[in-house]
C-alpha cells in the first residue's frame, strides 16, 4: 500500500458523522463516546485520507462492543500491538476507515486524544506536522514503518507538551518501536 498524505479535506468531519451513525446505534448502551481521533479531525492538517473512530466503552465492556460491531461486518484484529486498544477492520462496503474499541482511561486513548487536541489549539504545530507528513510519505511511500518511525519524535514532543508524564510517552514510544 502506498502512502498517500493529503491536504486537509472539509468533508472528513462529516464522512466521520457517516461512519459513527451506525456504530453509535448499535452501541447506544455500552459506548461512552465516539471520538473523532487522527489527523483528519484535525481542521486544516494534511493527512491520509482515513477516518479513524475510537469507540470508548467501559473496560467491562470491551468484548460486547467487539461483537455488536462485528454483528456490522466489522472483523476484529485484536490489538496489533498496543494492549487495550482493540482494532477492527471495516465492512468492505464502506470507504476505508479505522475502528479502535478502547476502554475509558486506556493510555492509546489518552494518547489520540491529546494529540488531536493539542493540534486543534495550535495550528501552527498542526502545520509543521502536516509538512512532516507530507515529506515523509514522500520519501517512505512505500515504507509505512519507516513513515511511521518518522513520526514518532514529532507525536511524542506533542505529548509532553501536552503534559503527559514521562513514563507514559517511554510507554507510547515502546509500543510505537514494537509496532507490528
Not at 3 to 9: C, E, F, G, N, S
Not at 95 to 123: E, I, M
Request: net charge neutral.
Amino acid at each position: 500500500m502506498t502512502i498517500v498524505v493529503l491536504d486537509y479535506d472539509p468533508e472528513w468531519p462529516r464522512l466521520f458523522e457517516v461512519l459513527r451513525h451506525p456504530i453509535a446505534n448499535a452501541l447506544s448502551d455500552v459506548a461512552i463516546a465516539i471520538e473523532h481521533v487522527g489527523s483528519t479531525a484535525v481542521p486544516g492538517l494534511a493527512a491520509k485520507p482515513i477516518v479513524d473512530l475510537d469507540v470508548v466503552v467501559p473496560p467491562n465492556q470491551v468484548a460486547t462492543a467487539i461483537a455488536r460491531l462485528a454483528a456490522l461486518g466489522y472483523e476484529h484484529k485484536g490489538d496489533l500491538g498496543v494492549p487495550g486498544r482493540e482494532a477492527l477492520r471495516h465492512p468492505p462496503h464502506l470507504p476505508r476507515h479505522h475502528v479502535y474499541v478502547c476502554p475509558a482511561g486506556n493510555l492509546a486513548l489518552a494518547n489520540h486524544l491529546a494529540v488531536r487536541d493539542r493540534l486543534r489549539a495550535d495550528p501552527a504545530i498542526a502545520s509543521a506536522y502536516g509538512a512532516l507528513k507530507k515529506q515523509l510519505a514522500a520519501r517512505f511511500a512505500d515504507d509505512v514503518d519507516r513513515y511511521v518511525a518518522g513520526k514518532t519524535a514529532f507525536i511524542l514532543d506533542v505529548l509532553r507538551q501536552a503534559g503527559f508524564r514521562a513514563e507514559d510517552i517511554t510507554a507510547i514510544e515502546r509500543l510505537n518501536r514494537a509496532r507490528p
